[in-house]
């Protein structure tokens, strides 16, 4: 897989650059309903053989991903945990009242 193997992908899919596995499959089973020969509005059989493509890329590239489990990372996906953290001891934000 080539970084323009996996922009085309994403450009098919309507992806940004971050997506979770969840808005994947979603977008997959949108857009499988739009180019289906069989249901949806296009009769181009090639439309759903590239999009089906893209989406075992992505998901390849997916399954290879290393997630990172420490702090930093854990709290750059979860901002509104890092907010609350940050906050917590602050009387005014983080509900502590003051000794």
Request: charge should be negative; hydrophobic fraction near 30%.
């Given at each position: 897989?080539?970084?323009?193997?996996?922009?085309?992908?994403?450009?098919?899919?309507?992806?940004?650059?971050?997506?979770?596995?969840?808005?994947?499959?979603?977008?997959?089973?949108?857009?499988?309903?739009?180019?289906?020969?069989?249901?949806?509005?296009?009769?181009?059989?090639?439309?759903?053989?590239?999009?089906?493509?893209?989406?075992?890329?992505?998901?390849?590239?997916?399954?290879?991903?290393r997630f990172g489990f420490d702090e930093q990372t854990f709290y750059e996906q979860c901002?509104?945990?890092?907010?609350?953290?940050?906050?917590?001891?602050?009387?005014?934000?983080?509900?502590?009242?003051?000794?």
């Amino acid at each position: 897989m080539t970084y323009e193997e996996l922009q085309k992908a994403l450009q098919i899919f309507g992806l940004g650059e971050t997506a979770s596995l969840q808005e994947l499959k979603a977008r997959h089973r949108q857009l499988a309903k739009a180019y289906h020969p069989d249901g949806g509005n296009r009769t181009d059989g090639d439309a759903i053989r590239e999009l089906n493509a893209a989406y075992r890329l992505l998901l390849e590239y997916i399954r290879h991903y290393r997630f990172g489990f420490d702090e930093q990372t854990f709290y750059e996906q979860c901002p509104e945990e890092r907010l609350r953290r940050q906050y917590e001891d602050d009387p005014v934000w983080g509900g502590k009242p003051q000794s």
